[in-house]
């Protein structure tokens, strides 16, 4: 009887049970959490659920083989033979003209007894290794077992859903991921007529609304601030009055301060769940220290952990070799990404059995994503030649961040997703959970916000089983940040591969290998096409975010100078508001220009001389509060939290959702805002 065991009458013993180890040979852990002593019954009163009484479903339920609950099940189609799973369901993922998958990772066979069951469960599994359909196949079982869908009669045909049918509700912290989830979702629901819905944030409301209205909903994935705001709108036409799931997605992302207000009050506009008793769970890759205090309030005390990566052990993957690359200047960061990037082209000429070169470049802030996307794009074999063809071929360059339009970014990642040979310039947006095909290499430039990015992005490169490299670019300078950070990480210096990062770009190419010469020319060439208002904004940009990269603020601004000067190819570095130099604490560095600046074309070389006509005295804080209202083009928010449901140049914010707002260095998610509960 399938999904049987939902939620009623599970035994002792099989609570008590420890699944076998599997073949991977990691020895999996299940822990049975215990109520900690900081647990107050009263704060977790909505989720101490006493169970509701026994329902028709839950007579079937207690019949049910409790010691088939404990086999641990490890290939697919097991699933349907021992009748835990629908036919339907099990076929979607087996069938080679679908999905073909035949055996179960370790995280989707640990968790099914358990979600199945209707426990809470928190499960850690590396990156890549398919908690998507750990979720789902059960949850949507549970779903067509629900006695209240009366699913048996309807199966197939489930065409009358209404909008109140909504059973299970999934939030991910981005809506290129909600998206995902979703494609996901119906592939494995075809056929058995469960209705998937998906509510994102930079989409059409109403358009979305009237959908789930003329189809109905079964399952709705969605991200944070369109999910409360269609729940806490009166006239949505959009309820869940039986919803029995709530599962979260990246869960310590969305529990972190920046999304945690947010889904408490989803929470709160959920169904009561003293009268419909909820199963929550949780998944993730990471799971920071300070989220299992949230955690711990969120679901029932007895909830399950899950985890398929042992306390011991590096959290990513043992198959891709990490590098830290330690850069002369920042401004030697895109030539050597040029020079990487050259070289494997190289390589898979000569090796066909090399895939194509597929990268995802990570940078800290969403202008340093623009940046790099524009000079790359303008890149040419011949600098200087407009008529010469890119030194990379006919290789997609994307770009994504949450200063693109939704459709922008939707765009840039189904694009990505099936180009075989692309490097995507990335904010945060895409570091969790995006399943992009075959990633060969994932670079970050600057040290990532915390070790739980830099391994969310890492993941974005093999995943299920497939191989990728790791690249750091960083300053020598940030190396203490960098140890404390990722001090733990198997990441080991390579100081040989690209001669690049090491070059002098503030002199002549004279004293370089042709090749290294070449790659800086272009990428020189390259920047100059890039208009200066982008290069300067960026620059002031990468303050907020640089400044917390060193120890000595001078230092960092020294760096960030000769970033603008011998990698933006500006004149001199661009002024900055007296507000913004005082708000970062370096009013008084004398390197820092402060004022306004009036923009006029210049290229590599043209020395302070020829400067832009700035405003105002160096080194001085003096100048007015209007500062920073006359920098034209200065990204006067930030677009943290970049990877959420904000789409659209320039919007404001549009929810109180905890969004940080400050206006200068703009790191693309939220630098800094460690949860703090
Ligand atoms: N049992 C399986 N066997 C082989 N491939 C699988 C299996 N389950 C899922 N996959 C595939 O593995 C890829 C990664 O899955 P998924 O996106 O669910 O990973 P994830 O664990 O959620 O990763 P992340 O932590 O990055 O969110 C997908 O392409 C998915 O189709």
Same mark, same amino acid.
């Given at each position: ?222 991200? #944070? ?45 959920? #169904? ?226 690209? #001669? ?178």
């Amino acid at each position: 009887m399938f999904g049987a065991v939902r939620r009623f009458g599970v035994s002792q013993a099989l609570r008590a049970s420890a699944p076998r180890s599997l073949s991977s040979g990691l020895a999996p852990q299940l822990l049975k959490w215990q109520a900690p002593s900081t647990w107050s019954p009263a704060l977790a009163r909505p989720f101490q659920t006493s169970f509701p009484a026994l329902s028709a479903a839950s007579a079937e339920a207690a019949e049910a083989p409790a010691a088939s609950e404990q086999e641990l099940i490890t290939e697919f189609a097991d699933l349907q033979k021992k009748g835990f799973v629908d036919a339907s369901i099990v076929q979607n993922i087996t069938s080679t003209a679908r999905m073909g998958l035949t055996t179960m990772t370790d995280v989707q066979s640990q968790t099914l007894h358990q979600m199945l069951r209707g426990d809470d469960v928190l499960a850690q599994a590396k990156t890549g290794t398919g908690k998507t359909l750990a979720f789902l196949v059960p949850t949507m079982q549970n779903i067509l077992s629900d006695p209240t869908l009366n699913t048996k009669q309807d199966h197939g045909r489930r065409g009358q859903a209404s909008a109140a049918d909504i059973r299970a509700l999934i939030i991910s912290p981005t809506r290129e991921l909600a998206e995902q989830i979703a494609v996901e979702a119906m592939k494995v629901a075809a056929g058995t007529g469960l209705k998937v819905q998906t509510a994102v944030g930079g989409t059409q409301k109403k358009a979305g609304l009237q959908r789930i209205q003329r189809m109905g909903c079964h399952l709705l994935v969605g991200t #944070p601030g369109r999910i409360k705001d269609i729940f806490s709108d009166p006239y949505s036409g959009v309820s869940a009055p039986r919803l029995n799931t709530l599962i979260l997605d990246e869960a310590d992302r969305l529990l972190d301060q920046g999304f945690a207000p947010e889904v408490q009050a989803i929470q709160e506009l959920l #169904p009561d769940p003293f009268k419909v008793d909820r199963q929550t769970v949780m998944f993730s890759a990471t799971v920071p220290k300070e989220v299992m205090q949230m955690v711990k309030r969120t679901m029932k005390p007895d909830f399950k952990f899950v985890k398929t990566v042992r306390d011991d052990e590096v959290p990513t993957h043992f198959s891709v070799p990490q590098k830290t690359v330690f850069l002369r200047g920042y401004e030697n960061a895109l030539p050597s990404i040029l020079e990487l990037a050259k070289n494997y082209q190289a390589r898979q000429q000569a090796d066909p059995n090399l895939r194509p070169f597929k990268a995802i470049v990570y940078f800290n802030s969403t202008s340093e994503v623009n940046l790099a996307a524009e000079a790359f794009n303008n890149l040419k074999s011949e600098p200087g030649n407009s008529r010469s063809f890119s030194p990379l071929g006919r290789m997609k360059l994307l770009e994504i961040h949450a200063r693109l339009s939704q459709g922008q970014r939707t765009n840039s990642a189904s694009t990505f997703r099936k180009t075989p040979e692309a490097i995507l310039f990335s904010s945060d947006v895409t570091a969790r959970g995006m399943d992009f095909p075959d990633v060969t290499h994932v670079l970050q430039v600057g040290v990532p916000r915390d070790r739980e990015t830099y391994i969310h992005r890492l993941g974005r490169t093999a995943r299920a089983n497939k191989t990728g490299e790791g690249w750091v670019f960083l300053h020598d300078g940030e190396n203490d940040y960098y140890s404390e950070r990722l001090g733990d990480l198997p990441l080991h210096e390579d100081s040989q591969s690209l #001669p690049t990062a090491m070059a002098d770009m503030s002199k002549g190419t004279e004293n370089l290998s042709p090749a290294t010469a070449l790659t800086i020319s272009q990428m020189k060439s390259a920047m100059e096409e890039v208009s200066p208002i982008t290069r300067e904004n960026t620059y002031r940009s990468q303050l907020g975010t640089l400044l917390q990269s060193f120890s000595s603020k001078r230092h960092a601004i020294r760096i960030l100078n000769n970033l603008a000067i011998h990698g933006y190819g500006l004149p001199e570095p661009p002024a900055v508001s007296a507000n913004i130099a005082r708000n970062l604490g370096i009013a008084k560095i004398p390197e820092l220009t402060i004022g306004q600046s009036q923009h006029r074309h210049v290229s590599f070389g043209q020395g302070s001389q020829s400067s832009d006509r700035v405003f105002g005295r160096r080194g001085s804080d003096r100048g007015s509060d209007r500062g920073d209202r006359g920098d034209r083009g200065f990204p006067r928010r930030s677009f943290d939290r970049d990877n959420q449901e904000r789409g659209g140049r320039g919007r404001g914010r549009s929810s109180g959702s905890g969004e940080r707002s400050t206006g200068f260095g703009e790191r693309s998610s939220g630098f800094g805002g460690r949860p703090r509960f």
